[in-house]
């Protein structure tokens, strides 16, 4: 085995870690079986669900699909089909409890670090081969998409968390404190042309991210930062939940219906507003970015403030295109995996960054925290890029594609480096609030 292999192996194997002590941090390790087994909010799972999900995905790809292994644990895979069980149902399900739960978790753990020891690697990534598991190893792209997996399900854990009632279980971890340094501009211009939109030689790029094409834009402006809590209070403080001329006819219905008058876990507080935030009641902190708010609240605070949301190929072209190069990086500060220094990520604090906090992670246009702090709202409907092919299965990307769901990007701060580059897509219904999710606006026109 060549040396590029070992250290290939040698970070799988460390983000492996990583992940499981993640995972188990939020679940095993911070509430008893009763807290892990009940059902918190009919929009997500009961903990122990997620918990031994993510076992049962890395069996079924690392053992089974690219090991050739035979299964562990047959008679629960239906159980832990995220497809065949709605949330609302799981917790009707004979689930495994924590410690079985746990156990199968090692287990299927033990089982993959010894594939993983024997694995070749090195073999080209191609895609749609008549081979299936030469497709999933090469470049380690099975790997890197469990790591990715279990991850992706941790930021859901902690979505859980949020919704929990009772005494706060997660610690928070301050950090250290930087100055902060907001961009002197609120809006950048971002001229028009092409750049290259999506990814083709990622190996932890999902199938959604490609391939790669030239996009072509108009010119347009955009926010060289997130909505604050601030900016945000000025559209409530103004009626904008009052007046129906900032929103859509479906954002209209959904604050009709639900009676919505501010983020998802505010309160009125005197003459201001406090938040619920992991079982903590505090006030709200003006400077940073406002989270807890849908895609129709994202709307309507853009049209209030006469302007729209930004595209998913104008939000990419802001966090890649260098104009000195004409090339799209990795990530706005470049192709250096984030530190930080560049972006707050990986549930490092239990919330979002002040704006302004993170300079290092600005792309070349001037654009700040395009990564991390907050999911960004788009106004573009998930679909495939031109030219997509599922890959490994159609039930990650294509079962969702023009079915309403709204792109979101960026990644927050509940969302691990591992997960998220400027390529990366999520999605979710335009009512969703539980997700950490926030946005910044762009508009229309040349230069002043």
Same mark, same amino acid.
């Given at each position: ?55 049962? +995905? ?29 949330? @609302? ?13 746990? *156990? ?20 080209? *990534? ?52 930087? @100055? ?25 790029? +999902? ?54 008058? @501010? ?37 309507? +605070?853009? #049209?209030? @403030? ?78 495939? +890029?031109?030219?997509?092919? #599922? ?58």
């Amino acid at each position: 085995m060549n040396h590029e292999q070992e250290r290939a192996k040698e970070r799988i194997a460390t983000e492996l870690e990583r992940s499981r002590r993640r995972s188990n941090g939020l679940t095993i390790d911070a509430l008893d079986d009763e807290g892990l087994l009940a059902q918190h909010s009919p929009l997500m799972s009961p903990l122990v669900w997620d918990l031994a999900h993510i076992g049962n +995905y890395e069996e079924q790809w690392l053992l089974r699909a690219a090991g050739g292994r035979e299964a562990l644990r047959p008679d629960i895979d239906g159980l832990y089909d995220a497809f065949e069980n709605p949330r @609302a149902d799981r917790v009707t399900l004979p689930l495994l409890r924590p410690e079985e739960a746990r *156990e199968y978790n090692d287990r299927v753990r033990k089982e993959v670090l010894d594939a993983l020891d024997s694995a070749d690697l090195g073999i080209p *990534e191609q895609r749609g081969e008549p081979d299936g598991r030469r497709s999933l190893l090469g470049a380690g792209f099975v790997f890197h998409m469990v790591i990715q997996h279990e991850h992706q399900h941790d930021e859901t854990m902690l979505a859980t968390h949020q919704l929990r009632e009772g005494v706060p279980v997660l610690l928070e971890d301050t950090g250290a404190v930087a @100055a902060l340094r907001p961009p002197v501009e609120e809006e950048v211009y971002v001229p028009g042309g092409p750049f290259t939109m999506g990814a083709d030689d990622d190996p932890w790029a +999902y199938d959604n991210e490609r391939p790669s094409r030239e996009v072509v834009l108009d010119p347009y402006w955009i926010d060289t930062r997130p909505v604050t809590n601030a900016a945000y209070q000025r559209f409530m403080e103004d009626g904008g939940y009052r007046d129906h001329r900032w929103w859509t006819l479906e954002g209209w219905e959904w604050r009709e219906r639900t009676g919505a008058a @501010a983020p998802a876990f505010w309160s009125p507080e005197g003459d201001g507003w406090s938040r619920r935030r992991f079982g903590r009641q505090e006030m709200v902190p003006s400077e940073e970015p406002v989270q807890h708010v849908n895609f129709h609240e994202a709307s309507a +605070y853009a #049209a209030w @403030a006469g302007k729209r949301l930004p595209s998913e190929a104008e939000w990419e072209k802001a966090a890649r295109f260098d104009p000195a190069t004409g090339l799209s990086r990795r990530y706005p500060w470049g192709d250096e995996e984030p530190r930080p220094r560049h972006a707050n990520l990986g549930q490092r604090k239990l919330g979002p960054s002040p704006a302004g906090r993170h300079p290092d992670g600005a792309s070349p246009l001037g654009v700040q925290q395009l990564i991390g702090d907050v999911w960004e709202w788009t106004s573009t409907t998930f679909t495939g +890029y031109p030219g997509f092919r #599922a890959f490994p299965y159609r039930e990650y990307s294509e079962v969702f594609f023009d079915q309403g769901y709204k792109v979101l990007r960026g990644g927050s701060w509940a969302t691990h480096p591992t997960a998220v580059r400027s390529t990366f897509r999520n999605w979710d219904h335009a009512v969703r609030r539980q997700i950490f999710s926030g946005f910044r606006c762009a508009r229309d026109g040349e230069p002043a």
